[in-house]
Every structure is written in structure tokens, then in C-alpha cells.
């Protein structure tokens, strides 16, 4: 009996599309039953059920461990079963279910692929044809006929590579990649994935060249791989990968050199186009600055997308190696990111191009990068010397040095072994690595450190020798198997080494020694040490002869040494030999190696006036300049309104200038020569004439820096009121803190609260009638700063009224007033007039737009001088007769900071503004020492009021700060510029006590020397004008006491009771001159005087009496302090010390020394510039 059996269409087709879902979700298992089904119930699909049954067993065979691959090989041959069979069905079906056809003839190429046939595989492919649509109305598996679509594509591309047809197999990717079907099941997203894996690499590995075209056709699969990922949900039930599939941490990692590669060549995104079609431009490409700036994020958000998902399969897939070990994929990857950080924190790339938080938030990316890839790896050099490059750019010091020292045990350790194995050690830097790595450590240390790092850098350098002189092997395959061949392959650390590598070696000892020379208190070893300074940089100089850094050092120790003749001949070799380098100056667009030469066209103009060549010194001055060509190159444009928006301005590339890409150090350089202008200025026409150019240095400072008062200090908690006794860190003004009261007393400008945070100043009262200052009114600009009004004086009576004429013609001449017209028919062949027209970095603009514009004006000036201009008097409108044109002084526009492949350190907020403010003090004592040698004691003090109140706030900045303030942390300087706050104390001090002296008020002069030395005890000023004036009270000259009763001169007398209390520059001069010692005598008549014998000469007394014993302590103290500076490294070339203490022996009667004392001062003024070295150099011995 048989029964007969109908087959159900309706069966048929629920388990045709249950096999499609098995088949696209690759449940291999489940497939060979429902393929059953199917034939049961749809016995008219036979092919399809044959690929299906056939596409199981191959994928089985196929996802075997590599590990037994001679039984996958077995299995893979033992398909040869499946061949006839789907040839068969194939003709079978062709006509009828062509949809089913094409799935066995995929499956059959797919066969034979596997059994590495690829010209049988292309024949089934060109036999199968295009794929015909499928029918609609018959149910068909659609979702694996998509998956065999891509399968077909894959095969056939791979088999034209074995093949070698590079043509077609080329073709064949561009084509799979130009559209693909994406990620609607796990075999479509699995085969996508194949193909396109296929292609990227493919495209890597055949790419002809790596110019634009090539890489954009490299690019175009990677940006396939990138958009299949982005779009590609995750799926849980993910296999592992099979020995088909490539390792997709490979092709990330192969997208992210491609991507490296295009970022290193200079190239930038072109514009969005439609499809496929994609093209990489130069950098000198004609794109406007929308277009550039939207390219550039592109292209930055892409790289940052890539790199963070190889990374993170990087990590996931790496296990924590062994001792023996070194994780090197993870170390070259760690090379590779901070290689691209290196060129987008470059000058290529502004904070714009790199999004939201610019530059900072790419260095703090590669920071948590270089940490988390720390953990994958065991002591790893590379790592830890990235470690160290990174937090040094951030202005971490502190961080980047324990990073080194890690760095420097380990290598030091590593190169020890390697001396006694013969053997060098796994994973760790070569010796030219570790020495390039070591000397910016000593560079870093010396650049922007405090006596504290000089000791450090001289620890560092004793290394360094001793690894110079170390033995290493030669090979990385040397053995001590053989005696012979260790002795062959054994050499010394110096012989390997490059000849740069040398050169930074023995360029880091001298700085090294040089900088310790001037910090050291046995001064029996300065000589020493300037020499041994000296013999190192003549052999960087040997090693390396055009290095403008070893040429910048070699010039400024043997300026310390006095023989400028050779540091004149060396600054002159080294600028010939860079004008020969770099052509025409406007031919590099950041001027790279113009910038360094700023330091040495100063120091040449220095060693100039040394040689009394003072007309030539201001020419150099002019050249340092001028090698820029136009001054727009320097200073930049600006645009002649103010109603522009700042931040459409900021990215105009016409309103940038190279000192926008300048440090710190390189601004205060420009500042330092165009003082230098002004000294050799006053110098051939006269203190009158030079007063008038402070208009223009102030400025310049606002052009360089901006208004200091608008750095941000992030704060720890607000201040309660604008006069609270907390100072707040946002970046409020001094006047916001102390109110708009400006008592002339420090004492009482001060709060019982401001006490217990602050030392007390014990300050001398001074005049107690001085007008107060307006209230000022910050107003907020566009990048959230303050802005302060702009810098005016309005001369006024007594009574407050106008005064219609001034009583100093210099008093109109501060900062941003208008300029008297007098002056430029008087200036010497320095043409500093011309100078200050030609190179002016802003046009000028009436300063009433910067006074009345609330909101969003560009323009920031520096503070008000307020006590020569009533309240409520302000400056006439635009456009008024009396309202003389001021310079545009808006911020900068933002731009990148360096041109090194390594960035230079970005100071942090609070050393970035208190170096800002140390050269503004600098800058307004400069100006205040002019006022004084051209007898406005009026100007002179406002200067110096301004220069009290700033050092106030940053001290007040610093009590504010969350470590809190001590005594150490206010007379340390620490890391960063500029000086310390007690310091600049001593500095603002040391000045006022120079302006009473010319006043002829001795005895406030020597409290306000007092003041100085009690800020820091070594200041050379304050000691060797205070040990004269305490010279003049031994020689009765001056009272042990003032006077009850002293007769004052009046202050606007040009004599003086000293002859020599006004110092004219007959001979070069500083603005902190001390006072000479010739005084008149300040005796009163009432005054009771010795007794004297009948001869006329005074009684010797058997014991002193007290007031004898007054004198010849002021005496001693004279001496010990003078003594005290020779023997320091901030007066031991001190000719105005050697002076004092010359006095001092003679004094004593102790004329030998007093004529030794008095030879050297000979010497030391034969060789001495017109400004001391160390005053005029911002970083030291180093660029």
C-alpha cells in the first residue's frame, strides 16, 4: 500500500524563506533540514537546495582551526564531490529558476576558490553572467541571492589578484567598493566585510605613488571600510573570524598610515562631492578660509574616528607582555600618534581647523592615548619619552620630569647591560634616541626652570658624559661566545653616535655649565665652568656648524666672558650662513629660521655697543626686523574699523602675523630690542627725546601680548564682591579687587582679611592728597577676556581743571596719547621714527572707539594711567582736533604656535600670565628709569605705580591659587619666564629708591633700598645703591638720621646737591643705574660739630662713640654686601659693584685691593655693552 503525498505550496514557501534566513544568519546546522523541507514542498527548487546543503558543508569546512591544516586541507579537496552536481543543477535551473542558478554557480566558484583554482572559479563566474532580476512573483531566496552578489564580486576580485591581472583586478575592487550593499544580515555584512577588507588592503599594497591621485584612489576603499562601520549595527551572535578573513585590526591600522600619510605629505581634503569621486589638495590650494577650515575638521574627525577604533582593538587584543617581551605594534602606534600630534599642533593647523578645543584638546587625546597604550606594555622607553615630550608641551613640567626619570633610570640601567653583555636590550631606544631625548630634558631644565632644575640639568649631564664615554656593542647580534668578536663589535657610545646627535649632546653640556655658572655661589669655579661651557659648544659647533642654537650659546658665553671680538665673529658666521640658507624671506611662509635670529641680531647689536659702535648697534637693530621684509609679515593686518567681528576676524588669515606664532620668550626678544632702539636713542639725542618713543614700547608690548589683566586663571571658588579679600582668578583687574580708591599707602589699601593671605608690605607712606583713580568698567569682548579702557592723560590744575599748557612736554608722551611733532626732526640715523611708522603693527584708530564700544570690540589696551586725568573728564569723540589717532591694539588672532616638528612648551595659565606681566613690569620700570634721567619724577612715579600694582595682583593671583602661598613659593621663580614675585618687588623697589636719590631724598631712598634687599637679599641695584648712600653716612657726607627739619629741594629743579644723582649716558648706562658717590653734603647748620684740638684736627677719642660706631657699621655693611654681590653670578661682572666695593677698601685703607678692585673694573667696562647680557636674553643660552 503506498500513500501518495501532495506537495503544500504554502510550506513550501514559509521554509523557502525560512532557508533564506538560515542562510543569510549562517545557522548552518538548521540548514540541511529546512533544505528537506523545501524539496518536500517544493521539489521544483532542487538547485537551490543543492547550493544550500553544499554552501553548509563548505562554510564548515572552511571555519576549521588553522591549527589542523591538514585536515581542513582534506576537508577543503573533499568538495570535489559537490562539482558535477552543481554543474549539473546549474544547466538544469538556467532556464527555469535562473535566481537559483546563480546561487550554485556562486557556491561552485566559491568551491573552487577554496581549492586554490582561481582560473576555474573565473570561468564559472563568466558562465553564470550578471545576475537577471529576480521575479517578483515566485518566492526566491532574495536575501541570499544579495549575499551571493557580493561573494561573486569578492571571488572575482581575489582571483584576478592570484592571477596577477593587475588591470582587471583593480577594476574589479573600485567597482565592489563603489556600492556596496551594506549590513541587513550577518553573511551580507560578513562578506561585505571580506570584500572590502580585500580592497583596502589591496589598495595599499599596489598604490604606484604616494602622490595625490594615488592616494585619493587608495583613500576610496578605506572610506568605504569607515561608512560600512559607521552604518553596520553590532550583532551578538558574530562567529569568531575564519582563516578567509583578514584581521580587522590590520585594516585599521592600514587606514590610519594612509590617513598619517596624507596628513604628513601636507595634503587637506577637497570639497564635498557627490558618490565616490574624492580628491586631496596642497596646502597652497586656492580654498577660501571656510572652505579650508571646514576640509581640515573633515579630515581631523575622520583621523581621531579611525584612530580610536584601532586602538581600541589595539588594547582589546593585546595581552601585557612578559619581561623578555616588547609589545612593538603598540610602541610604533604610540610613535605614529604622537607623530601626527607633532604636525597638527604645528603651524600648519590653527585651533579652528582641529574643532572644539583646538590644539590643547588634541595634546590632552594623545596624553590619555600614550597612558592607556602604558598599560599594555612593560617599561616601555618610547612610551615614557612621549610621556615626557607631551607633558612638557602642556606645560606640565613637573609630570614631564618624573616621566624622564623613569626614562633615564631605565636606559641607563638598559645601556649597563649592554656594556658588560656585549648585547644591546630588547625594546629599547637607540643611543641617539636616548641622547636627543635626554639633551631636551637638559634644555627644558635650563630654558624654564629655577636653581632647583640647574642642579637637576647638572645631574642630567653627568649622565650624559658618562654615556659618551660608555662602551657599546655595535650589532644587535653581538655575543660573548667569542672573545675576538666582542672586542670587534665593542665601541664607544661617542664613535656611534650621528653628528647631530653630538652636536645637541655637547650643545646640552654647555648650556648646562654655562647656566650653572651664573647660579653657582663658589665663584672660584665660574671661570671654570664658562670655559669647560665654552670648549663644549666649540665642539657642537665642529659636529653641527650651521645650528643657530649652538651659535646663539657659543655668542652669549663668550659675552659673559668678555671677549667680544669672538662672539662677533660667530653671531656674524652664523647670520651669513642663514641669509645663504634661506634665500628670499618671504619664500617660507612662517619664517622659521628668521625667528630664532631675532636673539642674534640683538646680541650682535649688544657686542656693537661694547665696541662703542652705538650708530651701527642701531642699524642691527633695524636689520632684526627688516629680514622679515614687509612689516605686515611680522606684525600682520588689520582692518582700519573696529565693527568687524572678532571671531570672522580671527579667521582671516590677512590679519595674521609671525609674532602670532611666536612663545613667549621670542615676544619678549622684540620687546628687549626695541629697548635697546630707545637706549642708543637716548644715547645721541638725550633722555627728552627718548621719553617720547614710550608710547610706541608700550604698544608694542599690547601688540605682543594683549592686556595681561585678560588672562583667564581658572578659579577655585568666585570671589563674593569685587572687593573681596579673596582675589579672584578669572582674570578681573586689579582695580575690580582693590576698588577704584588708589591711596598712595599699601598699608592701608589692604583688608584685615587680605592679611591673612598676603605678607604684609611694610611700605613708606607716601603723599596722601594723590587724586583717586576713576571707576572702571570692564567690558566683556568676544572670547569671553575683559576689556579695560584704553590709556589716556588729560594734564590737569590743581584745581582739576584742563591745564593749558604742560610742564613737561614728555608728560603727553605715554602710552597711546598723542605724539609731539618735535621729535622727529631730531633722530639720528636709527630712523626710529620711520621705524615706528613702517612697522607699526596696527593702523591707528581714534581710542574712543575702544573707550565707548561695550560689546564685542576687538581692541584691548593696557590700564589706565589715572592720576594726571579728572574723574569724570573723558576723551573727545572721533574725529574732535584734540583727539590725536592711537594704535590699533586688538588681540592677535589665533594661530599655531610653533614651526618645530616638536612643539615648544605651552606654558600654563598662570606661568603664561605672570610671565606676560613680569615683562610689563620690566617694560614700565624701563619706562619709569627714562622719566628719571630726563627729570620727570611726576611720570616716573606713575610709571612705578603702575609697575606696584601689577606685581600686587600677581601676588594676589598667587595667594588665591589652590597650593596657597608660602615664602618659598613667592621667592622661587618655579618653572615657567620671568622672575619671581619677591623679585619683582625688589625690582619695583630698587626703582623707586633710584627716583628718590634723583630727587635728592636719600633717606627714602634707602628705606625703599631696604625694601628691596628685604625682598631679596641679593638684588644687585638695591645693594650697591644702598651700600653707597651707607658709604656717604661713613664719609659724613649724609646723617646717621634724617634731619627733623630737612630743606627739600623742589621737584622740578634740574639740579641736584649730588653731582652725579642724574646719570647721563656719556658712556652706556642702565635704567637701574646706581647712585655715584660724590654727594654734596645734607648736613644741617644745627648740626653739632667735634670737637676740635688747636690745630684744627679733630680729638681722637680713646673709645668710639656711638655715633662713630654708626658709621663704621655702615661702613662694614657696605663691604659685606658688595662683597657678598662680586662673589654671585648676578654681579660678579658688575662693573658699578666693583666700583662701590673699590670705595669700600679705600674707605678701609685697604689700598691694594681698592687698585685691584678698580683694574677690574677697567676691564669689565673695556668689554661691557650698553644693557647687561642677562637683562636682554629672555631664555637664557637657549632659542
Partial sequence: ?????????????????????????????????????????????????????????????????????????????????????????????????????????????????????????????????????????????????????????FIRASCLDTLERKSEAREAYQDATSHTPGYRSLELRRWTERLLARACMYSVKKMPSPSAGDLAEAYSPFRAWGEFWQRAPTHQGVTAPSRLDLPRRQVWKAYYDLLSSILQHGLIYGPEQKGFSFSFLPLSSA????????????????????????????????????????NTEVEEWADQVVTNWGLFTGPDWSDADLGKGGKQSVSRGVLEILYRAATKTFHSTPILRHLFTLHAALGEFDLAMHAFDSYMEIVDKGKARAEKTGKHEIGFDDDDTAMLATTEAIKLLCRYGDREQAEKANEISAIV?????????????????????????????????????????????????????????????????????????????????????????????????????????????????????????????????????LALWHMLALCLTAQDQFE??????????????????????????????????????????????????????????????????????GPDAAVDLTDSLLGLYSRLYGNPEHVAIQAARPPATSASATPSRL???????????????????????????????????????????PPQRLQPTTNGQTLGPPISITVTNEDGSPAGKPHHRHHLHLPFHGRHKGVDSTRSATSIAEHDENQSPAPQVPATAAAASADGSPEQSLDNIAHQRSPDQWPPPAGHHDRPPVQDLRLPAPHPASASPVPDPRLLPLHERRHKVGVLIKTWLFVAGLYIRADSSDDAENALEH????????????????????????????????????????DVWSTKAFLASSCERPFEAISDYEQALAYSPDHAAGIIGLANLLLDQYEEKLPLEEPLNPVHPQASTSGSLIGEAKPTLTRPNTATSTIPSHRGSYISDSRPSQPEAEDGRKKRRPDPTPAELNRLAARDRAYMLLSNLTKLGSGWDNSEAWLALARAHELSKEVSKAKEALWWVVELENNKPLRAWRDVLPGGYTL
Fill in 947 to 986: 609697575a606696584l600694582k601689577l606685581v600686587e595682583g600677581l601676588e594676589k593671583e598667587l595667594a588665591a591659587c589652590e597650593d596657597g602661598i608660602n615664602a618659598r613659593r613667592l621667592f622661587e621663580k618655579g618653572w615657567g619666564g620671568g622672575k619671581s614675585i619677591d623679585d619683582l618687588w625688589a
Fill in 731 to 773: 582674570g578681573g583687574t586689579l582695580r575690580s579687587i582693590t576698588g577704584s580708591i588708589r591711596p598712595r599707602s599699601l598699608r592701608s589699601r589692604r583688608s584685615s582679611t587680605e592679611q591673612a593671605t598676603l605678607r604684609q608690605r611694610s611700605i613708606a607712606s607716601q603723599d596722601e592728597n594723590a587724586p583717586s583713580s
Fill in 287 to 326: 580654498l577660501s578660509e571656510t572652505e579650508r577650515v571646514a576640509a581640515r575638521q573633515r579630515q581631523r574627525a575622520e583621523l581621531h574616528r579611525v584612530e580610536s577604533a584601532y586602538e581600541s582593538l589595539l588594547l582589546e587584543e593585546t595581552k601585557f607582555p612578559k619581561a623578555s617581551q616588547a
Fill in 1 to 153: 500500500m503506498s500513500v501518495h503525498w501532495t506537495p503544500n505550496a504554502e510550506k513550501g514557501a514559509r521554509y523557502l524563506g525560512l532557508l533564506d534566513q538560515a542562510l543569510c544568519n549562517g545557522q548552518w546546522n538548521d540548514v540541511p533540514e529546512l533544505a528537506r523541507k523545501v524539496e518536500k514542498h517544493a521539489p521544483q527548487r532542487k538547485c537551490l537546495t543543492l547550493a544550500a546543503r553544499a554552501e553548509s558543508q563548505v562554510a564548515n569546512a572552511s571555519h576549521r582551526p588553522t591549527s589542523a591544516s591538514s585536515a581542513a586541507s582534506t576537508s577543503i579537496h573533499g568538495l570535489s564531490e559537490l562539482l558535477p552536481r552543481l554543474t549539473e543543477a546549474i544547466s538544469t535551473a538556467q532556464q527555469s529558476f535562473p535566481d537559483d542558478s546563480f546561487i550554485a554557480s556562486t557556491c561552485l566558484a566559491q568551491i573552487y576558490w577554496l581549492q586554490v583554482a582561481p582560473q576555474d572559479a573565473l570561468i564559472v563566474l563568466e558562465r553564470s553572467g550578471p545576475k537577471a532580476p529576480a521575479s517578483k512573483s515566485a518566492a526566491g531566496a532574495l536575501g541570499w541571492l544579495e549575499v551571493c552578489e557580493v561573494k561573486c564580486a
Fill in 616 to 685: 651701527t648697534a642701531a642699524q642691527i637693530c633695524d636689520a632684526a626686523y627688516s629680514q622679515f621684509g614687509n612689516s605686515e609679515v611680522l606684525f600682520g593686518s588689520r582692518s582700519q574699523g573696529l565693527t568687524v567681528d572678532a571671531e570672522k576676524e580671527a579667521l582671516s588669515p590677512n590679519t595674521r602675523g609671525i609674532v602670532d606664532q611666536m612663545d613667549g620668550f621670542e615676544k619678549e626678544s622684540i620687546i628687549q630690542i626695541r629697548m635697546t632702539q630707545i637706549i642708543l636713542f637716548e644715547l645721541m639725542e
Fill in 465 to 597: 658624559q658618562k654615556w659618551l664615554s660608555q662602551k657599546r656593542p655595535s650589532t644587535s647580534d653581538s655575543t660573548l661566545t667569542n672573545g675576538d668578536v666582542v672586542e670587534r663589535s665593542i665601541q664607544s657610545t661617542e664613535s656611534a653616535l650621528r653628528p647631530a646627535t653630538l652636536a645637541a649632546a655637547y650643545r646640552a653640556l654647555g648650556l648646562t655649565q654655562a647656566r650653572w655658572a651664573s647660579l653657582t655661589y663658589e665663584s672660584s669655579t665660574r671661570s671654570s665652568l664658562l670655559a669647560e661651557a665654552n670648549n663644549n659648544l666649540r665642539r657642537a659647533q665642529k659636529f653641527e656648524p650651521n645650528n643657530t642654537e649652538t651659535a646663539y650659546a657659543l655668542a652669549a658665553v663668550l659675552g659673559e666672558m668678555r671677549d667680544v671680538g669672538a662672539a662677533l665673529q660667530v653671531i656674524r658666521i652664523a647670520l651669513d650662513d642663514s641669509v645663504m640658507l634661506n634665500g628670499d624671506a618671504a619664500a617660507d611662509q612662517h619664517h622659521e629660521r628668521e625667528r630664532p635670529l
